[in-house]
């Protein structure tokens, strides 16, 4: 089964960049999109089809997809920032959707 | 304003069977793929189950032969029939809407909460 990988945290300075990566076997072929979860709420689409923002996302958040990586970048990180994230793709030999095991991001 | 809003989750215990509903109002429900995402507590997302406007279901491979998804485009509603439950399909359980086929889950319900034990 087609597997994406996600590092389990991330910790950045408050006005900071953070990358979140996610890595799958040719993962630059696909799709690939965001999530965001706050805890006790429900993901928000934050990115779609690698580099896409959803009305109402801020510019900060961007996404960029190449190789073995898709790559989530905040740029000047603000505090309500902190949560988890979540990569998605679509896996065509499988029928199946995929998510990334998700990362935490710590805003320190 | 769109809206999806599940119901129908609780306590059954292993073997039983439960069934999910998501009701969704605000966009023209026939147009779009619809979804069924779990999280156990602690957990990461897990995908479970799509169904396309013409009814064409996909099914993640943990739930295949146990699961049931469905919908009623007259009334705009998601449906999840969830039999020969075990203690590891314990979790929350979102429905989603696909922003288009094979696309983005672009608007998610708050979810209902499935627990299965004796």
């Known amino acids: 089964s087609y597997e994406l990988t996600q590092p389990p945290s991330v910790s950045v300075s408050p006005g900071q960049t953070a990358s979140i990566t996610c890595s799958g076997d040719n993962l630059g072929d696909k799709y690939t999109c965001w999530y965001q979860q706050k805890p006790g709420q429900s993901p928000v689409l934050l990115i779609y089809?690698?580099?896409k923002r959803p009305s109402g996302i801020p510019e900060r958040f961007s996404g960029s997809n190449s190789g073995n990586t898709a790559t989530l970048t905040i740029s000047g990180t603000q505090a309500m920032d902190e949560a988890d994230y979540y990569c998605q793709a679509w896996d065509s030999s499988t029928d199946n959707y995929v998510f990334g095991s998700g990362t935490k991001v710590t805003v320190l | 304003e769109v809206q999806l809003v599940e119901s129908g989750g609780g306590l059954v215990q292993p073997g039983g069977s439960l069934r999910l509903s998501c009701a969704t109002s605000?966009?023209?429900?026939?147009?779009?793929?619809m979804h069924w995402v779990r999280q156990a507590t602690g957990k990461g997302l897990e995908w479970v189950s799509t169904i396309g406007p013409a009814g064409d279901p996909l099914y993640a491979g943990s739930v295949k032969g146990r699961f049931t998804v469905s919908r009623e485009n007259a009334k705009n509603s998601l449906y999840l029939q969830m039999n020969s439950l075990r203690a590891g399909d314990t979790a929350v359980y979102y429905c989603?809407?696909?922003?288009?086929?094979?696309?983005?889950?672009?608007?998610w319900g708050q979810g209902t909460m499935v627990t299965v034990s004796p």
């Open positions: 605000g966009f023209t429900f026939i147009r779009h793929d």
């Open positions: 089809q690698d580099t």
């Open positions: 989603a809407r696909g922003r288009s086929a094979l696309d983005a889950f672009d608007i």
